[in-house]
């Protein structure tokens, strides 16, 4: 009765663990994002599956859950895939594994290829420290007040796009974030893959046209804030911050994390210039 999460091939078949062969072979349930494409890779792995194959996407997720946590109630091995990478990461998983992991059922893992690591490896960009944001929204305000939020973030960040709004997103994240290093990571392990470098608008203006296949974009941080930290500067900042509705505390913590200062100093120089 374990619900087990199988990362599967990103590009290549090859590229599959044994462990996940085996797995295909041996479980009770497979529940996969599409079926046919399971079914393809089951064919390449030279595995035949006995277990009980059923879909689990983004469209039955609420009703097959409910399913599949019968099928872990009564004893049974439901082994998760989606069509590429590790479940519940910008793919179906994640309402299955909160369900389970509340109803105290065991949940484990067959980690395998991942599109944001790899995409991060190959990068370039610092990887000691990241966020991965998934995709962006789809319309061009909501995805510009998101990239806004990202302005001041200096780890690298990782996105994934759907290829035909690669040109504007890319667009967009030069006119919020500007002149950052980037990549573009199309078809990763693939036989077409393709690594592209550049600034963001430099890459704007390259995938401006029609683009094929997968796509994952790795963006660099934000530079270092090199602003005055005098404690008038601090108060100043604060300040800004609590004239466009933020609470005085958040805004003390905001400002210190801004600008790598301790918490402590930033309040006692608001606290001084209320006296002042």
């Known amino acids: 009765m374990t619900l087990v999460l199988a990362g599967v091939p990103i590009g290549r078949s090859a590229d599959a663990s044994p462990r996940l062969v085996e797995a295909l072979g041996s479980a009770d349930v497979i529940a996969a994002e599409d079926t046919r494409r399971l079914t393809r890779l089951c064919h390449d792995l030279g595995v035949t599956y006995t277990g009980r194959l059923v879909s ?123 002149d950052r290093r980037a990549v573009v990571c199309r078809e990763l392990t693939k036989t077409h893959e393709e690594i592209a470098r550049g600034t963001l608008p430099e890459l704007a203006a390259r995938f401006a046209g029609e683009v094929l296949g997968e796509v994952t974009v790795v963006v660099e941080g934000a530079a270092p804030v090199t602003v005055e930290t005098t404690p008038e500067e601090l108060a100043r900042l604060v300040a800004v911050r609590e004239a466009s509705g933020e609470p005085r505390k958040e805004a003390i913590a905001g400002v210190a994390r801004e600008l790598g200062v301790p918490k402590r100093d930033v309040y006692e120089a608001v606290v001084a210039g209320r006296q002042s």
């Open 56 to 178: 689990y996407f983004e469209g039955n997720e609420a009703e097959r859950t409910g399913q599949l946590l019968d099928a872990l109630r009564a004893g049974q091995m439901v082994l998760l895939v989606t069509d590429a990478g590790m479940p519940s990461v910008s793919d179906p998983g994640f309402r299955l594994v909160a369900a389970a992991a509340a109803d105290d059922l065991p949940v484990t893992c067959l980690p395998g290829p991942s599109a944001v690591t790899t995409a991060l490896a190959v990068s370039g960009l610092p990887s000691d420290r990241f966020c991965f944001e998934g995709f962006l929204p789809r319309k061009p305000g909501e995805r510009r007040a998101r990239l806004s939020e990202l302005v001041a973030e200096r780890r690298t960040a990782v996105f994934f796009e759907a290829p035909h709004r690669l040109g504007d997103c890319l667009a967009d994240m030069a006119a919020v974030l500007g």
